[in-house]
């Protein structure tokens, strides 16, 4: 297993423009989770789904944001209509859900809107 | 309101001296308890964690940390810091509610020759 992948590890746009991220998380995982960082701060939660169904999100996933786990493998995060204060750290993080969790994370998504 | 706190936003120690990052935390029951380190443009990678049971744990890369209930802290401890522990580190809680964990906005760690 190679664990956590994400893709793009760097993504520079204009603002108003859309973009999607993409996480592999570690296969026999069955959460998965996305986290935003920015500059000086530690990771904020942002949504999390046990298989494809989406738990919980936070309510700094504005309208804006969308993630999706269709088939309970891979998932996406769309932002649409970038703005300059979505310039973050992206980050995908996976876990068992039995038991105690820990998180793994990716290397994350790094997203600079001009 | 579940929280952490990480008090030294930025610790400077000497290469082989001892290293302590503390953190505390605020939660209405005993949490798990993580370490995170972070490189720079890299994700975060688990130094270690704290379910139950024994209160001192050993982690990765000679790292260990102490939880004291009564002080609700998580200290990270290493007896003698290498020029490669120069990163940023993160103390977290969880699960809380529903299945967030909750990071602390982290200690930046600069080690000197």
């Known amino acids: 297993d190679t664990g956590v992948s994400q893709d793009p590890r760097h993504k520079i746009t204009k603002r108003g423009q859309n973009v999607t991220f993409r996480c592999d998380p570690i296969s026999e995982h069955n959460r998965l989770y996305w986290y935003r960082q920015t500059l000086g701060q530690g990771p904020e939660f942002l949504t999390y789904f046990q298989n494809e169904a989406q738990l919980e999100k936070s309510r700094l996933l504005s309208d804006r944001f969308s993630a999706e786990r269709p088939k309970g493998s891979f998932s996406t995060l769309e932002i649409q209509r970038t703005e300059q204060g979505d310039s973050a750290m992206y980050l995908c993080?996976?876990?068992?859900?039995?038991?105690?969790?820990?998180?793994?994370f990716g290397a994350g998504s790094r997203l600079t809107v001009l | 309101a579940q929280s952490v706190t990480q008090p030294d936003i930025h610790i400077t120690v000497s290469e082989g001296a001892s290293l302590e990052l503390r953190c505390n935390y605020s939660y209405g029951a005993t949490p798990y308890l993580f370490w995170y380190v972070q490189s720079p443009g890299q994700g975060l990678q688990l130094l270690l964690k704290?379910?139950?049971?024994?209160?001192l744990v050993q982690g990765i890369k000679g790292f260990e940390a102490e939880f004291k209930r009564s002080q609700s802290s998580f200290n990270l401890r290493k007896p003698s810091v290498h020029w490669s522990d120069a990163a940023e580190y993160f103390c977290?809680?969880?699960?809380?509610?529903?299945?967030?964990?909750?990071f602390g906005t982290g200690t930046s760690l600069t080690v000197i020759p």
């Open positions: 977290a809680v969880g699960p809380i509610t529903g299945n967030q964990f909750y």
């Open positions: 704290y379910f139950s049971g024994d209160t």
């Open positions: 993080a996976s876990s068992f859900s039995s038991g105690a969790n820990v998180l793994t």
